[in-house]
């Protein structure tokens, strides 16, 4: 069974950036295709970004495009999300999860994935 951990949230000023990373244990994440999702308080969990498992396609939601960008480092078996330029309303906890049951539900959708991490809060003050 994969475990997924999350990490680099935190603070930040409108503007700036932060990286997150989300290390795997268990497993390597190399066959899988991971996402990032995020929820602000009072909100539903929301798609970030994603990377397929093969092709390494990557897809991210329109908000942050030009803004996040998703990578793996397969040696590493980590996933990342490089984020810039962020905005008050990319305040939330942000989870990374992995398709290891390689379903053919959207990217998008919070459904696909079946191991999620706890999660790391990222607040971005105006």
């Known amino acids: 069974q994969v475990q997924l951990v999350e990490s680099g949230g935190g603070l930040v000023q409108a503007g700036g950036s932060l990286r997150l990373s989300c290390a795997a244990s268990g497993r390597t994440l190399s066959g899988y295709t991971m996402g990032w999702f995020r929820q602000a308080p009072g909100k539903e969990r929301e798609f970030v970004a994603a990377i397929s498992r093969v092709t390494g396609v990557t897809y991210v939601r329109d908000s942050v495009k030009g803004r996040f960008t998703i990578s793996r480092d397969n040696a590493k078996n980590t996933v990342y999300l490089q984020m810039s330029s962020l905005k008050p309303e990319d305040t939330g906890i942000y989870f990374c999860?992995?398709?290891?049951?390689?379903?053919?539900?959207?990217?998008?959708?919070?459904?696909?994935?079946?191991?999620w991490g706890q999660g790391t809060q990222v607040t971005v003050s105006s």
């Open positions: 999860a992995a398709d290891t049951l390689l379903k053919s539900t959207s990217y998008y959708s919070p459904g696909r994935y079946d191991i």
